[in-house]
């Protein structure tokens, strides 16, 4: 696998799985029905924030993709955040990892003090622990911020972790 700059030209690999995910409404806080050109122009950021993907090196298939920028303007942004989609059909082959380590490197690299995550659903049990193996702590979690469709409302952790 290796992770590179995302350009319009994967889009077509994107969407799919970035509607599937969205639409579930299970781990982000995006509108359910966003359609293709609001999810683009959400998702494909430009510098000098970043969207990268990550690419089956064999096959040239978009497994997963990461989007990094920072986490408030001003005065707040010495402090970086992100987002990850990792296609479902290719869960568990540590593609989401590869991710957060790339963005962590990111981040280090253009001078940001820490990462912060604003919006990490408390029930993404598998997004949560991987997050804390990678050195961050829930710092806060506002109680039954999310409406989850299955487990009905629930909490948003923030999450935080210095570079």
Not at 60 to 82: C, D, E, F, I, W
């Amino acid at each position: 696998m290796s992770i590179r700059e995302a350009t319009s030209a994967d889009w077509p690999a994107i969407w799919p799985f970035f509607r599937t995910i969205v639409a579930a409404g299970e781990t982000f806080t995006f509108p359910l029905d966003l359609g293709e050109e609001d999810g683009r122009g959400w998702w494909l950021l430009r510098a000098p924030d970043r969207t990268v993907v990550a690419v089956d090196e064999e096959t040239g298939t978009v497994l997963g993709t990461a989007k990094m920028n920072r986490n408030q303007a001003g005065n707040g942004a010495h402090v970086a955040s992100a987002s990850y989609m990792v296609d479902p059909a290719h869960g568990g082959r540590g593609v989401g990892r590869a991710l957060v380590e790339h963005s962590l490197e990111w981040a280090r690299e253009q001078g940001f003090r820490g990462m912060q995550f604003n919006a990490v659903v408390e029930t993404n049990v598998h997004a949560v622990r991987l997050y804390e193996r990678l050195g961050f702590r829930v710092v806060g979690t506002v109680p039954e911020a999310f409406h989850h469709p299955a487990e009905g409302y629930v909490g948003l952790h923030v999450m935080h972790r210095p570079l």
